[in-house]
């Protein structure tokens, strides 16, 4: 979780709640209820917590440790395709050490972009018994500085999640379909490939789906796209409980439209307006406007 | 037409028969027959005028001009997805006056590529009477340099194809669905924005469409992807006759199936293997990708 200081060519908006598990949680619950795990610190408002009270979010391992909430200040430009970080404070971020407790063992679990150590460490307290389907996201920090612990976790995981940037950062292959490929070779047997308004792939053993983004006309800030995308695709995923192909690939539309809910607005405000048949109808819509 | 040298990160091809007319024509022909405007020099190949022969092309307006054919040097790097310009030699191509004679006028008239006071003079021998639909495609130069006078071809046409730099260039609207918005503004009904390995979008005047581009493992050279594309929705659109969105919609996902062939091989050579076959096959894999 994070407090986000957001600039794009829109506006500017200091200070504003995030952070890839606060956007994934939005992104999930208008289809299932989510067990947040996360750290923040003790100058994290209670006016965030009432935010997320507005969800079924489980907030029994939301550890409040002593010290700042994660901050990022970031700034984009025209194209609104790739984000200029200004300035990383990890705060109570860089001790997190999780002890996860739960009434009920999730079946479902997604490691958002975190150090990979800590993606390990919810890892190891979740993995026995064995989880019905784990999903893990990264980024570009960790391939170039955790490489060896992030290959340790893509070998635990049955499906990653990362943009096109990433995945070509982390196989060396500038094509996409080969970069799934050695993704695969990692481990995981699928894995999404998110390419910003360019829309998003998905790779399985021996199929693979293509989804330009749905089209808008106005986007004021791209924060959280890819992070509600994943809260969108795992709450499509654990609702209806088949991680079928065919299904995977509804799951990856539906993201895909939460998604496009997120940029019309700053932050979080535009995931705190819609309901669950504003993505419904924008589905059906996207469904129209993409087959021929 | 054009000679052209290429260089792409998997190989150089000093010299290959190339030009706008050369693979719409190519793109079109797997479904309807092509008579071709178009000027050479003295220096035109006798083996490119075989190439040709191979297609239903009737090349009763090719005029062949004192001086050399239209010559274009061009590197990609390893994006592939924008070329650079290293020479450009207009040769006959600077005084083309086209004095057009058929023996039956066509229906279908695509205006590729090129200075648009020679679109305009095209337009202007078939333009009466009506003609059933009407396509042009343009390039930044003449944006940058000849705006009056595309601005005019352009209230002219039922439908622009260019990619997505060309319209913003055109528009001053970094949004595609904007941009489309201000082309539709200066007199097509229909626009088609064409975003190379991130597919199509498909604009009228109420609906659009998306279509990702066609996934591809190995791309050696993207020259002629366009205008094959073009080739191809138009080949479609002649030999149906049905303007619909619906069978426009079916003649995009044509067009860029034929693309996709196109760019698997140097030049022209993909093209010329393929068969009707090979697309349809294609096509049925692109439904099956890209439906939900």
Known sequence: MAIDSLETPFGKRPRVFGGSATYF????????????????????????????????????????A??????????YGLDLNSAQTLETRLNVLADFNPKLAFKKKPDYLFLANVDPVIQG???????????????????????????????????????????????RQLTGESNLIRAAQRVKEMGPSRVVIKKGEHGVLLFDEDSFFAL??????????????????????????????????QNFKKAIAWGSVVASFTVEDFGLEALRKIRLPDIKERLAIFRKISTF
């Open 212 to 245: 330009p983004a749905y089209p808008l006309e106005s986007v004021f800030d791209p924060t959280g796209a890819g992070d509600s995308f994943a809260g969108g695709m795992m709450g499509y995923l654990a609702s209806t409980g088949d991680l079928g192909f």
């Open 66 to 75: 002593d010290g700042e909430t994660f901050f990022w200040r970031g700034k």
């Open 121 to 167: 460490r919810v890892l190891d307290q979740l993995a026995k018994p064995r989880l019905k389907f784990v999903a893990a996201d990264t980024m570009n920090f960790w391939i170039a500085n955790k490489l060896k612990e992030l290959r340790k976790v893509i070998s635990r995981v049955d499906c990653l999640v990362l943009n096109d940037g990433e995945a």
């Open 25 to 64: 949680s939005f992104g999930a619950t208008f289809l299932t209820p989510v067990a947040l795990a996360a750290v923040v610190g003790k100058d994290f408002p209670e006016e965030y917590r009432r935010v997320l009270k507005e969800r079924p979010i489980d907030l029994a391992n939301l550890e409040v």
